[in-house]
Structures are given as structure tokens and as C-alpha cells.
């Protein structure tokens, strides 16, 4: 087995560490809090590349890969493991802030925008409260923490260099996705609803009195009544959240089984069984 002199690592040790840096980035550019801009790009280029290392030094070895080709074909293999991994993990938040722009349109804040340090987006304005809330919670149940040990326990349902059945994960994530459509139902159901019936009683009056301004009388009311209904339905998003934390880890696993072990295109490299291990 070669080796490289100036770094004192084996050619598949060295590769393995590239193959995980890559996986790793690609996570961490998605996945919520450690994508935020907020975090100096720096900062969390060195977050990965610390968590790379430390898990590359724990992986079993792996043999060479035959060449430059197979070596392109790994990074991108592990580059689509962190792009999925880390859209399934973000569609928690993608649910809620569609969720609170829903809530800003209905009550008629949705010409009232602001930057989403998340995206870097415009935004509405309970869109990004939600969001924020949200992100608080996810904190506050150690949800990062359970991200990075499913970041490191994907090596063990997903060994290197290459993945599989990328149609079963496609069925996945759209799965997934329709999950987060009904997040948007959960959280936004009380505020939608309770406006609905303040459109309705609107137009009730605007029939029985053509002569008043029902713009002008409807808008301070939808404010009002919307902001009181967002205020008592506060605890709700606290009760969901944890539940939707849970379900976002099974989607995950879910998802990463999904791209298991598969066959090696002939004449690859061979890579040892990984420890068992729950992500």
C-alpha cells in the first residue's frame, strides 16, 4: 500500500479523508444552526474540517480507489449524501417559516419583509419570529447534538466511497416533503382559521351595511384578532416542535438506510465493515 511521505497517511487514508470532508461539508452547508450566516465562513469551514478529521481517524481502512475516475465519482457520491442529508434535516424549518408567512398574508403583514440570516432571504415578519422561535426550541431540546451524531453515524449506514438506490431516496424525500406541508397545517390552522371566520363576519356586515368601508374597519380587526390568536397559539409551536425534532431524526435514518450498501462498480476499492452503530 502506498503512502504519502510529507503526510504520513496511506493512499486510502487519504482519500477516506477527503471523502469525508466532503460529506461533512456538504451537511454542514445545509443543516439548520451550522448553516447560518451568522457563523463566520471560516469558522465553519474549521467546525468541518474538525469533525472530518475526527471521524476519518475513527473509519476503518479503506483500500485505494483504482484512479482519478473512481475518485470523482466517490466525492460526488458523498456530495449527494450531504446535499440530501441536510435538505431532509432543514424541512423542519422550511415547514415553519412557510407556516408563519401563511399566518403574515392572512393577517395582512405579508408587504412587510425581512432578511432571513438563515437563506439570506426576504422574508415576512411572523415568518421570521416563527423561524427564530423555532431555532430556539431546536437548541433548547439539544436537537444540534442529535445532528451531529447522525452526521457521524451516517458512515455506518452509509460506508464509504459510494451510495445506492438514489430512486428509493427520491421517494423518500418527496415523502418527506409532504410531511412538511403538514407542519405548515399544524402551526398555522389556528390563526387561518380564526381569520377565515373574521373574512366571513366581514362580509356578513359589508352585505347588511353596503354603506361602511369594510377595508377600513376589517384591517385593524384582522390584526388584532390575528396577533391574539398567535399569542394563544404560542404553546402550540412548544408542543409540536419536539415531536417534529423526533420525526426529523427518523427521516433521516430513514433516508440514510435508504442509500445503504449497495454494489461496487468492478475493480473499486473495498471498504471494511463499520462498527454497528445507532446514528
Known amino acids: 500500500m502506498h503512502s504519502f511521505g510529507v503526510f504520513g497517511v496511506s493512499t486510502g487514508q487519504f482519500e477516506s479523508l477527503i471523502l469525508v470532508l466532503v460529506r461533512v461539508s456538504a451537511m454542514l452547508a445545509l443543516v439548520p444552526v ?27 481502512p479503506m483500500a485505494p480507489l483504482g484512479g482519478l475516475g473512481e475518485l470523482v465519482v466517490a466525492v460526488l457520491a458523498q456530495f449527494f449524501v450531504g446535499l440530501v442529508f441536510g435538505f431532509v434535516a432543514f424541512l423542519l424549518f422550511t415547514g415553519i417559516q412557510f407556516a ?65 438506490a438514489p430512486e428509493l431516496v427520491a421517494g423518500d424525500v418527496v415523502r418527506f416533503f409532504s410531511q412538511a406541508l403538514f407542519i405548515v397545517f399544524q402551526i398555522a390552522a389556528p390563526v387561518a382559521v380564526a381569520l377565515f371566520l ?20 376589517g384591517f385593524p380587526i384582522q390584526i388584532t384578532v390575528g396577533l391574539v390568536m398567535l399569542i394563544v397559539s404560542l404553546p402550540l409551536l412548544g408542543a409540536v416542535v419536539p415531536s417534529l425534532i423526533d420525526t426529523s431524526a427518523r427521516q433521516l435514518d430513514t433516508v440514510l438506510r435508504a442509500m445503504g450498501p449497495q454494489t461496487r462498480p468492478p475493480g473499486s476499492g473495498q471498504v471494511s465493515p463499520l462498527p454497528s452503530a445507532t446514528p
Open 198 to 217: 373574521v373574512n366571513v363576519m366581514l362580509g356578513l356586515m359589508a352585505r347588511v351595511a353596503p354603506q361602511m368601508n369594510v377595508f377600513i374597519v
Open 100 to 164: 408563519g408567512e401563511i399566518i403574515d398574508i392572512q393577517i395582512g403583514f405579508a408587504v412587510v419583509n425581512v432578511i432571513n440570516p438563515l437563506t439570506s432571504q426576504s422574508v415576512t415578519v411572523i415568518g421570521e419570529f416563527e423561524l427564530a422561535l423555532a431555532t430556539l426550541l431546536y437548541l433548547a431540546a439539544d436537537a444540534h447534538h442529535v445532528l451531529l451524531a447522525g452526521i457521524v453515524g451516517s458512515f455506518t449506514l452509509v460506508p464509504l466511497p459510494y451510495v445506492g
Open 34 to 60: 451550522f448553516s447560518q450566516t451568522q457563523l463566520p465562513r471560516l469558522t465553519r469551514f474549521g467546525i468541518g474540517a474538525l469533525l472530518a478529521l475526527i471521524i476519518a481517524r475513527t473509519l476503518p
